[in-house]
Each structure stands twice: as structure tokens, then as C-alpha cells.
């Protein structure tokens, strides 16, 4: 009767585990969120004591869901850990800030703006450009970028420089 049990017991144990496994299974692309990487950050001064950085970066949505932006947010962090939300320009001011200053150079990709969709499994080339009441030294001595990208139903994905 012993022996009973402990077999009983272990086909119970190997039932939850493939129940388990199977839950797991079918939920493996059910994720909502962004990857990706920043692949050149361009600063310019606007005057003395404000600026502007241009963030080109590629996101990633490694899950079967749709991503919906609600909000672009460039963050400064600067080397001892604090942190200031730059105001983000939208995409027509974006080709005019391009247009009146040269040293950012071309304007390679569009900008990621609300409302903007990111399938499911697919990868883009995006660039986002924000204001910052901070003289241009004070861009180039930071520690790092945050681009804090947020989805429509409140998930932030946060993609840094480094």
C-alpha cells in the first residue's frame, strides 16, 4: 500500500508540472514591453543656457503584443545621480531644429511620437529629440541618457545610453 501512494503521488506531481508547462508554454509571447539600444546621442547649444540632444535608438518588441506609445520622455543623468526630464520635441519641430542647425547633422530616421506602433517581433529605427535648460557642457559631462518610452496602458520600457 505504500508503494501505492508514492506512485500515485509522483503521476499527481508529474501532472501539475506538464499543466505547469503547459500554462508557461502558451503565455511565452504574451509579454509587453520594449528592448533595444541607443545608437548615437548628438548634442547641440541652443544658447547659453539651454540645449538640445538628439537620441537615434532601436527599439525591439520581442512579444506578440502590440505596442502603443503614449509618451516619449529623454532623461539626464548626471554623475551624481540625478536626474532632469528634458522636453521632448515634437516631429515638425524636429525637421526645423534640423533645418536651422547644421552641426546635429541629417535627420536619419523618424521620430517616435504618441501614438506611434510597434508590432509584435519586429525591430525599428527611431530618434527622438528633446530641450534641456542646461548649458551643452553640462549634456556632454552627464553619466548617461535614459529614454523612457511609456505604452497606453502604463508599462514604461526604459532604454539607457550605456
Given at each position: 500500500m505504500?508503494?501505492?501512494?508514492?506512485?500515485?503521488?509522483?503521476?499527481?506531481?508529474?501532472?501539475?508540472?506538464?499543466?505547469?508547462?503547459?500554462?508557461?508554454?502558451?503565455?511565452r509571447g504574451a509579454r509587453v514591453g520594449l528592448t533595444g539600444s541607443v545608437l548615437?546621442?548628438?548634442?547641440?547649444?541652443?544658447?547659453?543656457?539651454?540645449?538640445?540632444v538628439v537620441l537615434d535608438?532601436?527599439?525591439?518588441?520581442?512579444?506578440?503584443v502590440l505596442f502603443v506609445v503614449r509618451g516619449v520622455t529623454v532623461v539626464l543623468e548626471e554623475k551624481d545621480g540625478k536626474q532632469f526630464d528634458?522636453?521632448?520635441?515634437?516631429?515638425?519641430?524636429?525637421?526645423?531644429?534640423?533645418?536651422?542647425?547644421?552641426?546635429?547633422?541629417?535627420?536619419?530616421?523618424?521620430?517616435l511620437v504618441e501614438r506611434d506602433r510597434v508590432p509584435g517581433h519586429t525591430s525599428q529605427d527611431r530618434m527622438v529629440a528633446a530641450r534641456f535648460n542646461a548649458p551643452e557642457s553640462r549634456l556632454e559631462g552627464r553619466k548617461r541618457f535614459l529614454l523612457r518610452i511609456e505604452e497606453v496602458d502604463g508599462l514604461v520600457s526604459e532604454i539607457t545610453e550605456r
Open positions: 505504500k508503494h501505492q501512494f508514492w506512485v500515485a503521488c509522483g503521476i499527481g506531481i508529474a501532472c501539475v508540472g506538464l499543466v505547469v508547462a503547459g500554462v508557461l508554454f502558451m503565455q548615437k546621442v548628438r548634442t547641440a547649444p541652443l544658447d547659453d543656457n539651454s540645449s538640445v535608438f532601436r527599439i525591439n518588441n520581442p512579444g506578440n528634458g522636453q521632448t520635441v515634437a516631429e515638425m519641430d524636429a525637421k526645423r531644429l534640423f533645418e536651422g542647425l547644421p552641426l546635429l547633422g541629417p535627420k536619419y530616421t523618424d521620430t
